[in-house]
């Protein structure tokens, strides 16, 4: 049986979506969003930035979508999360949300926190 390139879901793949979820964005945005939302822990250099993108718009879990006026808005590349890639990021927070309910009843995790 062949192995699907998304199962599991890549960390930075996982993170595009996210950061997607909230709005359309371009690379840079992207890669700004998700050292926001991670609190700085991650931070996507250009290739895996767009090595994902490029696997992200494969296999339609977002599409590119025409951008903005003016000349800067032009050469810029705009990012939407399509009904597939919410579905996709929907399942995998729902799977790490399960991790998470595992490693807090083994007592890895104390208190509140995630």
């Not at 822990?41 to 879990?61: F, K, N, Q």
């Amino acid at each position: 049986m062949a192995r699907k390139k998304f199962d599991p879901l890549p960390s930075a793949a996982f993170q595009i979506l996210v950061a997607l979820a909230g709005e359309d964005l371009h690379g840079y945005g992207i890669m700004r969003q998700v050292q926001q939302q991670t609190g700085g822990r991650t931070r996507l250099g250009p290739g895996t930035l767009y090595g994902s993108i490029r696997a992200l718009l494969d296999e339609r879990l977002i599409e590119e979508i025409e951008s903005g006026a003016g000349s800067e808005a032009e050469r810029r590349r705009f990012y939407r999360l399509t009904a597939a890639g919410r579905g996709m990021a929907r399942a995998e927070a729902e799977r790490l949300a399960d991790l998470l309910r595992a490693a807090r009843a083994n007592n890895l995790l104390e208190g509140d926190r995630v």
